[in-house]
């Protein structure tokens, strides 16, 4: 299971940190994503991380501005948001999948972030 939590209201040019945390059979999951949904836009993907070696990747134009990370001991991954800009408002999810190339098939219930002007 997957839990979401740390969305909220931020400035532009803010910083937020989400927070996906794992239970249950952990160490079956391959890797963990973020995701997010804006109003009226697909569901587009943001960062990844391996969960057996932290390896992360990113959306090509989301690098630099989001960092994905691990706390093996928690069993939570972390999301960092900087410089944050009104086209990041969007509901945040986490997710993961259980062997590389395989379908996201476990979703935690999103955390909502909105950018203020």
């Known amino acids: 299971q997957l839990q979401a939590s740390g969305g909220g209201l931020v400035r532009a040019g803010g910083s937020l940190r989400l927070s996906c945390a794992a239970s249950g059979r952990t160490f079956t999951m391959y890797s963990v994503g973020w995701f997010r949904q804006a109003p009226g836009k697909e569901r587009e993907f943001v960062a990844r991380?391996?969960?057996?070696?932290?390896?992360?990747y990113y959306k090509e134009n989301l690098k630099g501005q989001f960092t994905i990370s691990r706390d093996g001991a928690k069993n939570t991954i972390y999301l960092q948001i900087n410089n944050a800009s009104l086209e990041d408002t969007a509901v945040y999810y986490c997710?993961?999948?259980?062997?590389?190339?395989?379908?996201?098939?476990?979703w935690g219930q999103g955390t909502q972030v909105t950018v203020s002007s």
């Open positions: 991380i391996n969960w057996s070696d932290s390896r992360t």
């Open positions: 997710a993961a999948r259980y062997y590389d190339g395989g379908a996201w098939s476990s």
